[in-house]
């Protein structure tokens, strides 16, 4: 068991430590799996995958129905997927995902907090070459034979698996997302939970006070009520 999953396993519950911002994100998942594939979980693999995430921040199986008859109401808020990127303070790289009704509010917000922070917003695509997006799928570790899991996943996109006695991690490529969801399902392992993330192919390292700075700012972007995601190159 590697350092990566380690740290993978922190991100995640850091992230969802904070309830009420944890159930809003994934009734924004929610939203946008039924925007993008129907209400009908049987039909919509991202749909699933947004059912399975609020099983594990254990949302209410009745926010869960609610978010789904929301975002299939004729009346629902047009939201859409808009992401961000810049620099801030050191010249550390800033990916922020967002989902929202109001793209004029959101990227005033994302602006005011890249200047209060001493960075700036860059153009769309600027980062392309400084992040990977990768899917990372968190299995029940219930008996499973690792070796063999990872024999069957190979041709499915598999590009890294690790384990510890609780959980599985499999990772694979953006783009191989759905068939390796697909995969897995057809082989009855239950997928606890699915993460899509932007690794940083490179990064850079910051002492403690510089390292404080940049925590201040990405706690600022994680505040705004449109950002879902915010992602780094910080080591």
């Known amino acids: 068991m590697g350092r990566?999953?380690?740290?993978?396993?922190?991100?995640?519950?850091?992230?969802?430590?904070?309830?009420?911002?944890?159930?809003?994100?994934?009734?924004?998942?929610?939203?946008?799996a039924v925007k993008e594939g129907g209400p009908s979980p049987d039909n919509n693999a991202r749909l699933r995958a947004a059912i399975q995430n609020a099983k594990a921040a254990n949302m209410?199986?009745?926010n869960v129905e609610n978010a789904i008859k929301k975002a299939s109401s004729k009346d629902s808020a047009n939201m859409d997927e808009v992401n961000y990127e810049g620099y801030g303070p050191y010249g550390v790289a800033?990916?922020?995902?967002?989902?929202?009704?109001?793209?004029?509010?959101?990227?005033?917000?994302?602006?005011?907090?890249?200047?209060?922070?001493?960075?700036?917003?860059?153009?769309?695509?600027?980062?392309?070459?400084?992040?990977?997006r990768k899917a990372n799928f968190t299995l029940k570790n219930e008996g499973i034979d690792i070796e063999e899991l990872e024999l069957d996943l190979i041709d499915h996109g598999l590009e890294e698996i690790e384990?510890?006695?609780?959980?599985?991690?499999?990772v694979t490529d953006f783009i191989d997302s759905g068939a390796m969801q697909k995969a897995l399902e057809e082989k009855g392992v239950e997928?606890?939970?699915v993460e899509y993330?932007?690794?940083p192919l490179s990064t850079v390292s910051l002492d403690d006070e510089q390292q404080e700075l940049i925590d201040k700012?990405?706690?600022?972007?994680?505040?705004?009520?449109d950002v879902t995601q915010v992602f780094t190159n910080l080591e």
Do not use: H, Q, Y
């Open 4 to 32: 990566a999953f380690e740290f993978r396993k922190a991100r995640k519950l850091k992230r969802w430590g904070a309830m009420a911002k944890t159930f809003t994100r994934i009734g924004k998942e929610i939203s946008m």
């Open 60 to 62: 209410p199986k009745v």
């Open 94 to 132: 800033v990916f922020i995902e967002t989902v929202t009704d109001n793209s004029t509010r959101t990227v005033a917000n994302i602006r005011n907090i890249f200047k209060k922070s001493d960075g700036s917003l860059g153009t769309n695509g600027s980062l392309e070459f400084i992040f990977d």
């Open 163 to 170: 384990a510890d006695e609780e959980e599985i991690l499999v």
């Open 191 to 193: 997928i606890a939970s």
């Open 197 to 199: 993330v932007r690794n």
């Open 217 to 225: 700012m990405i706690e600022r972007f994680e505040d705004d009520e």
